[in-house]
């Protein structure tokens, strides 16, 4: 039997029979492919259903949509190569490893990392990699593409397994999406569809964009924790006797820093921490170019939100060229071409999953069956007519299921906050702690999720160093973060809630108005 054959972990237990059943699944690439024809037979056959369940915005029937009739399937096809072109994780990906590939061809990466390990104990990495994580958040997608793989680096380069590293990243990125002490663009996005909400109930209702700030400020502390433990006391062990069989000069080597490495490096971080002071002083000026028309730079439609991607890409190739020059490194614009290049090269297979998603989500979404699963699992949760500690565990809950198949953070809570908010305020809860609860259980279950996006990307970073890794070995790493947060945050927020502690900057209220 092959290399490639052999399970990426030995135990057994829970675990192994979750890696196991889920290495069975087909290739990534394959699942898509077959999840797509689900969706068009599941709309042929529920276009004959007339479902009692309505829009909460537009107050109309939702109604299944045939992707195999006649115009629609015509449509399909007429839209495939420009929904693949502009689905979001494609060139989010691309254009930041295009940078990254710069700076780690040059050896700027390996190097930073070499001297990070000199001045952090070899205990406090984990914590560091998670909060990096979790720091992540605030320049939107670049923990995916950046943390994440940093994360096996380090702990490689550390002497630990890397597949930890990963894992460890991947909580504190994925699984602690909404645990943040930085404002980032997912506050404003998730607050003006909460205000929108509120607004069907009490017209003149103000929701504060940092309406969660304290509580996410607070839960970063928690998930940090926990993240530590479960990576320290459960993953790691459990992968400690895995096998790393990667490609030999693909993987980070760890030796002493050459003088010219650490002048390269001197160098290149003064580029990168000058570039970032030009950043921050063009920011100051109410008129700048980074603001949005009422003078914001955290909303969502913000230049500077518009730019992080592309500021991604400079603030590592600029840093990557400088050090290949003063190094040594890098002998010519040739040299930055091959960095590019090669970072492509360990896309392609990245690039291949990503056009058949795109047709998925993209079925999924205008099949309307995405939207008929949220609102009906809202239903039942709102006839339910539980006591307030009840219903916020059922919405944690609910929103951890759908995420399972509603990937988007913003296209859930557009379809569950005209529920649940206006639902809420009418039993004296405020929009605030119903958005809470929502961001904790679209949280957890982002990490064992294979329709999340970002997921098959996560399982190539666990390839690089084990060539056996699948669906299943990940989700199987995941699995314990995923509970432990779930369980864990949601009594964490209810006694938050309980003891009558601010969840961000908002005035208290009821309803209906005095």
């Not at 590293?165 to 699984?175: C, K, L, R, T, Y």
């Not at 930085?182 to 404003?188: A, C, E, G, R, T």
């Not at 699948?470 to 809630?497: E, R």
Request: proline content about 6%; charged content about 10%; hydrophobic content about 55%.
């Amino acid at each position: 039997m092959s290399d490639q054959a052999q399970p990426a972990t030995t135990n057994g237990g829970f675990l192994g029979t979750v890696e196991r059943v889920g290495n069975k699944l087909p290739d990534p690439a394959v699942l898509f492919i077959a999840l797509l024809f689900i969706v068009w037979i599941l709309s042929w056959l529920l276009s004959y259903v007339t479902f009692d369940v309505f829009h909460p915005a537009t107050g109309e029937r939702i109604v299944i949509v045939n992707q195999l009739a006649a115009d629609n399937f015509v449509q399909f096809l007429a839209t495939m190569v420009n929904r693949f072109m502009t689905f979001g994780p494609v060139g989010v990906v691309l254009v930041a490893m295009l940078g990254i590939g710069v700076a780690e061809h040059t050896g700027f990466i390996n190097v930073a990392i070499r001297a990070l390990l000199n001045v952090t104990a070899k205990w406090l990495l984990t914590p560091m990699v998670i909060l990096v994580g979790i720091v992540s958040h605030s320049a939107v997608d670049a923990g995916y593409v950046l943390v994440i793989p940093l994360g096996g680096v380090i702990f490689y380069a550390a002497g630990r397994h890397p597949l930890a590293g990963i894992a460890a990243a991947f909580a504190g990125v994925s699984g602690g999406f909404s645990a943040n002490f930085v404002p980032s663009s997912l506050d404003p996005l998730l607050q003006g569809l909460t205000l929108e909400g509120a607004r069907l109930l009490d017209p003149e209702i103000a929701v504060n964009t940092l309406n969660n700030y304290f509580f996410t400020t607070a839960s970063s502390v928690l998930i940090v924790g926990l993240g530590w433990y479960i990576t320290d006391k459960v993953v790691e062990p459990r992968v400690s006797g895995v096998e790393i069989d990667g490609d030999a000069e693909d993987l980070p080597e760890m030796h002493d820093l050459t003088p010219e490495e650490r002048r390269g490096l001197r160098w290149a971080l003064f580029s990168m921490v000058f570039g970032l002071v030009l950043l921050g002083v063009s920011l100051i000026p109410e008129s700048s170019a980074w603001r949005d028309p009422d003078g914001n730079l955290a909303t969502f439609g913000a230049p500077i939100m518009q730019s992080i991607v592309s500021l991604i890409f400079l603030l590592f190739i600029i840093p990557g060229i400088v050090f290949g020059k003063v190094s040594g490194s890098m002998k010519g614009m040739k040299d930055m071409i091959e960095g590019m290049t090669h970072a492509m090269h360990n896309m392609a297979y990245y690039i291949v999953i990503m056009f058949f998603i795109a047709q998925f989500v993209i079925a999924f979404s205008v099949s309307n069956l995405g939207t008929l699963l949220a609102l009906s699992g809202a239903a039942v949760l709102k006839a339910l007519g539980l006591p307030t500690a009840i219903t916020i565990v059922g919405i944690v809950l609910l929103t951890g299921f759908v995420n399972l198949f509603v990937g988007s953070a913003s296209g859930k809570w557009g379809l569950l906050a005209p529920i649940f908010v206006p639902m809420l305020m009418s039993l004296g809860i405020s929009p605030d702690l119903t958005q809470a609860a929502y961001r904790v259980g679209d949280s957890s279950t982002n990490i064992i999720t294979p329709l999340m996006p970002y997921f098959p990307l996560v399982v190539i970073y666990c390839q690089r160093y084990v060539k056996s890794t699948g669906i299943g070995t990940l989700a199987a790493m995941m699995l314990p973060y995923s509970i432990w947060f779930l369980v864990s945050w949601t009594i964490f927020l209810l006694l938050y809630y309980a003891a009558g502690i601010p969840l961000g900057f908002a005035a208290s209220y009821t309803y209906p108005p005095t």
